[in-house]
T-cell receptor, first 114, second 112 residues
Framework: GAVVSQHPSRVICKSGTSVKIECRSLDFQATTMFWYRQFPKQSLMLMAT?????????EQGVEKDKFLINHASLTLSTLTVTSAHPEDSSFYIC??????????FGPGTRLTVT | SQKIEQNSEALNIQEGKTATLTCNYTNYSPAYLQWYRQDPGRGPVFLLLIRENEKEKRKERLKVTFDTTLKQSLFHITASQPADSATYLCAPPSYNTDKLIFGTGTRLQVFP
C-alpha cells in the first residue's frame, strides 16, 4: 500500500514554455501533499505544501506565480512550472501524507529546460 | 535555525559487515525522525520512523537509535548486501510542523 505516482517521469521543454507535473496517491487519500526539488548531489528542498481544497503554502524564496500548485482532489496534486528557464531544470519529487501517517514519495520527474 | 548533518562522504563497506550511518541535528528537539533510502534518479523510499520516547527501532536487518541527549540518530544495516548500496537520508520534521527537513544523505557502497 501507500503508492504515489508521478507523471511524466521525464520531460524536456523549451525555454519559455510551461510544464505540468502530476502527483497521485494511488491507494489512499492524502489531505496534504508536498513538492520538493532536488539538484544533483544535493538534499531535497521543500518548495510548497499542497492542501486539498485550499491554497498551497510556499517556502521562502519559492515564487508562487512561477510554480503553480493545484490540489484538486484527495488523490491528485499538480505542479505547473510556468515560463520555464534552464535554471529550473531539476528533479521534482512529490510526497503524499495519509491522515496521521508518514510521507510517501513519488518516483520523481526529471525536468530539462533547453 | 534547525540543522541536519549527515556524513557527506561515502561509506564503503564489505558485504556481510554492519553499516552505521550518523545523523546529527542542532538547535531543536524533534518529536520523531524518519530514515529514507534514495536510489539514483528515484524518489526516497520510507524505511523507519522513530519517536523521541523510543530508544531503538528495528525492521528486519535495519536498526535505528535516537539519542535525544546527544541529538543524534544512528542507522544500522546488519549483514549488508550489495543491494543495500544507495543514499540514505535522515529527515526529522521542522519545528512545530510536519514538514520534513532532509539531510544531504550518506551514500553507502557495499562491495562483494
Amino acid at each position: 500500500g501507500a503508492v504515489v505516482s508521478q507523471h511524466p517521469s521525464r520531460v524536456i521543454c523549451k525555454s519559455g514554455t510551461s510544464v505540468k507535473i502530476e502527483c497521485r496517491s494511488l491507494d489512499f487519500q492524502a489531505t496534504t501533499m508536498f513538492w520538493y526539488r532536488q539538484f544533483p548531489k544535493q538534499s531535497l528542498m521543500l518548495m510548497a505544501t499542497s492542501n486539498e481544497g485550499s491554497k498551497a503554502t510556499y517556502e521562502q524564496g519559492v515564487e508562487k506565480d512561477k510554480f503553480l500548485i493545484n490540489h484538486a482532489s484527495l488523490t491528485l496534486s499538480t505542479l505547473t512550472v510556468t515560463s520555464a528557464h534552464p535554471e529550473d531544470s531539476s528533479f521534482y519529487i512529490c510526497s503524499a501524507v495519509p491522515r496521521g501517517g508518514e510521507q510517501y514519495f513519488g518516483p520523481g520527474t526529471r525536468l530539462t529546460v533547453t | 535555525s534547525q540543522k541536519i548533518e549527515q556524513n557527506s562522504e561515502a561509506l564503503n563497506i564489505q558485504e556481510g559487515k554492519t553499516a552505521t550511518l550518523t545523523c546529527n541535528y542542532t538547535n531543536y528537539s524533534p518529536a520523531y525522525l524518519q530514515w529514507y533510502r534514495q536510489d539514483p534518479g528515484r524518489g526516497p523510499v520510507f524505511l523507519l520512523l522513530i519517536r523521541e520516547n523510543e530508544k531503538e527501532k528495528r525492521k528486519e536487518r535495519l536498526k535505528v537509535t535516537f539519542d535525544t541527549t546527544l541529538k543524534q540518530s544512528l542507522f544500522h544495516i546488519t549483514a549488508s548486501q550489495p543491494a543495500d548500496s544507495a543514499t540514505y537520508l535522515c529527515a526529522p520534521p521542522s519545528y512545530n510542523t510536519d514538514k520534513l527537513i532532509f539531510g544531504t544523505g550518506t551514500r553507502l557502497q557495499v562491495f562483494p
